[in-house]
């Protein structure tokens, strides 16, 4: 598991300021700081292991507050993460589930599902306007087994395999 804290994000704020930075909850300082590091990749991933070891269930450092859009994408996200992973309760041939979280500006696509031996399954995808691309994705990336954080335009919709394909092709 990745140390909270990495290397890319000690380039652009130390852990204290940036557990002060974050203890306050979302405010416009905090998107100051996000839009600094929002394409640097490896940045975001070390700030999505921070910010969750900062709100951590059990052990909290900060009481996040994000703003309604926030806490709405957050509802969504993790029902959609509670109704996949009652989906594959028991099945040994999961490897564990992903969200992958591409931001294209003012848009995000996010896509979830599952590993399998065969490669990846999607069990959802859609695009939305977000206001913030880094806690978009460090805000609910804790759901999920596997979390990617990706930059690029919008690409062109390509339909999945169905899972009923999949099931026969087994």
Request: contains cysteine.
């Amino acid at each position: 598991m990745k140390e909270p804290g990495g290397a890319a994000l000690k380039r652009y704020i130390s852990e204290d300021d940036l557990t002060s930075l974050l203890s306050h909850g979302y405010r416009e300082e905090v998107r100051a700081f996000t839009r600094q590091i929002e394409s640097d990749i490896s940045a975001v991933l070390d700030f999505q292991t921070f910010f969750d070891s900062l709100h951590d269930v059990e052990q909290p450092v900060i009481n996040w507050a994000g703003s309604d859009e926030q806490c709405q994408r957050m509802d969504k996200i993790v029902l959609e993460s509670v109704e996949l992973n009652d989906f594959l309760e028991d099945n040994p041939n999961v490897y564990g589930t992903y969200l992958k979280a591409s931001n294209h500006g003012p848009e995000m696509t996010f896509e979830i599902g599952w590993g399998c031996s065969y490669g990846r399954v999607v069990w959802n995808r859609w695009t939305e306007k977000v206001d913030d691309p880094v806690i978009a994705f460090s805000d609910v990336a804790f759901a999920f087994d596997i979390k990617e954080y990706r930059c690029g335009v919008l690409g062109t919709f390509r339909p999945e395999v169905t899972l009923i394909a999949v099931a026969l092709t087994s």
